[in-house]
């Protein structure tokens, strides 16, 4: 399955709440453990078609890279994650599904150093 990047930022978009032991959480507060490792669900009030996926994960060869990755849960498409302290160089190419707004990051080279978001 795949979705549009207007169906992707709807998905973004949606307000999303926690669910553990069947509770939706008004917030949740998580013990640090190396490495970090940890899987919420997540549901919107808002559209009850969907249910999310939200991913933190700490890396065992880079101690403070930490990946946060949400996405649908049924459809397990990516929608976002932030990475830190993990460098690599963006395509050169231009796809013709970029959003506009990402043109400008072609054949960018992120350092460990530079957190950045892939969409």
Same mark, same amino acid.
């Given at each position: 399955m795949k979705i549009s990047n207007e169906q992707a930022e709807y998905l973004l978009?949606?307000?999303k #709440?926690?669910?553990k032991n069947s509770q939706i959480l008004e917030k949740l507060t998580i013990s640090q453990k190396f490495? /970090?490792?940890e899987k919420f669900e997540l549901l919107s009030d808002k559209?009850?078609?969907?249910?999310f996926l939200f991913e933190i994960s700490q890396s065992k #060869?880079?101690?403070?890279?930490?990946?946060?990755?949400?996405?649908?849960?049924?459809s397990k498409i990516?929608? /976002?994650?932030v990475d830190y302290n993990s460098g690599h160089k963006n395509?050169?190419?231009?796809?013709?599904?970029?959003p506009e707004k990402f043109h400008a990051f072609a054949g960018k080279?992120?350092?460990?150093?530079e957190h950045h978001v892939h969409y």
């Open positions: 978009k949606l307000p #709440k926690i669910v490495p /970090l490792n559209d009850d078609d969907f249910t #060869k880079h101690s403070i890279r930490l990946n946060f990755h949400c996405q649908e849960n049924e990516g929608l /976002l994650r395509p050169e190419s231009i796809s013709p599904f970029l080279e992120f350092t460990n150093k």
